[in-house]
């Protein structure tokens, strides 16, 4: 037998295009941030929300990852966005060179800030990175308030934390501790952002609104 | 299921590397950060599959967990993070921040020698 060491990044080839992603972005000093959850969390009734509620001060693209269908690139099309939908047939995680294909077919010069909505799914997006400015994980009360415990890696990497579907803690058909959830996402990531909003109803959207603003006058500077 | 992806490049760098020796790889050592989230059983059952047919088939993976790495801000000393506790082992103090996780790295291939 014969050692030989390497000492290689397995996931090299994905950081390549994950660099030449962030070039670009930074490049043109567009803000991008990866939307990243669980399925059914409603990522894509946030962007919706977000997009209608921001139309006349952002001007926002966004590249959509699903399994399969197009669906919800329609359903941000339908608010006159635009947005390219990425098919992972299969794959539970979106790669650099899938957002680097998708990035060229967007009209980057009309945009100012660029939402890549995740395949759903709390663990393996996070291990790979697209080259976008900060990651954005989305906690929907009904799956409960031990998430950030069980899935700390989503948790310590993200730089917001949306805490989404509060309008249902009102109905008291849900148990979930809120404070819990900070506690704990603080502990993993004492600089987390943590928004209670329901994207529903728009309640607590404002304070999110707020801090993407600054997220992109910062990404403008 | 990530692991699959990790599988696939993993047998992409140890088939360049293979081609490098012109030697038939044995033994892959890989180690990874702990949030990476990478589960060895599902691991090794991908690669096994992805494997079959190339250079890489038949091989065996050794996977080293490096904990998570945190920073106290009260004795301002690095320590492996215990996340059942989430405290700092030297002064107990709850207040920390996570240092960058592990990538995941290739460290070692162990080839056949004719």
Redesign the interface.
């Known amino acids: 037998?014969?050692?030989?060491?390497?000492?290689?990044?397995?996931?090299?080839?994905?950081e390549q295009y994950a660099h030449k992603n962030s070039e670009l972005l930074s490049r043109r000093k567009q803000l991008c941030l990866n939307l990243i959850s669980s399925p059914g969390s409603g990522k894509t009734t946030t962007l919706v929300r977000t997009i209608t509620d921001l139309s006349d001060q952002l001007r926002i693209g966004v590249i959509e990852g699903d399994l399969r269908t197009d669906i919800d690139a329609q359903r941000v099309r339908a608010t006159k966005a635009p947005a390219i939908q990425i098919e992972t047939e299969g794959?539970?995680?979106l790669?650099a060179r899938q957002v680097n294909k998708a990035l060229s077919r967007l009209p980057l010069d009309a945009l100012d800030m660029i939402f890549i909505e995740n395949v759903g799914n709390l663990?393996?997006p996070?291990?790979?990175e697209l080259g976008e400015d900060g990651k954005i994980v989305l906690l929907p009360v009904t799956e409960g308030d031990d998430k950030p415990?069980k899935y700390?890696?989503i948790f310590?990497?993200s730089k917001a934390l949306l805490v989404n579907k509060i309008d249902l803690l009102a109905s008291g058909l849900v148990d979930f501790d809120l404070e819990r959830v900070k506690t704990d996402a603080r502990?993993?990531?004492?600089d987390i952002e943590i928004f209670p909003v329901s994207a529903r109803t728009g309640d607590g959207m404002d304070q999110w609104y707020d801090w993407l603003k600054s997220q992109v006058q910062k990404a403008h500077a | 299921?990530?692991e699959?992806?990790?599988a696939q490049?993993?047998i992409?760098?140890i088939c360049q590397?293979a081609r490098k020796?012109a030697?038939k790889p044995?033994?892959a050592r890989?180690s990874c950060g702990e949030?990476?989230?990478?589960n060895d059983e599902v691991f090794s059952f991908a690669f096994e599959a992805i494997a079959q047919g190339t250079v890489c088939e038949g091989m065996s993976l050794e996977v080293e967990h490096k904990p998570?790495q945190a920073r106290c801000r009260a004795c301002e000393r690095t320590f492996d993070l215990n996340?059942s506790e989430?405290q700092c082992t030297h002064c107990h103090g709850?207040?920390?921040?996570?240092l960058p996780?592990a990538?995941?790295?290739?460290?070692?291939?162990?080839?056949?020698?004719e």
């Open positions: 037998m014969e050692k030989v060491n390497v000492g290689k990044r397995i996931l090299g080839a994905n794959a539970c995680h790669s663990v393996c996070s291990a790979f415990a700390p890696g310590a990497k502990r993993l990531n004492q | 299921m990530h699959a992806s990790v490049e993993l992409n760098v590397e020796q030697a044995v033994v890989i949030l990476n989230g990478l998570i996340r989430l709850e207040d920390f921040e996570l996780d990538p995941l790295v290739l460290e070692e291939i162990e080839f056949e020698k």
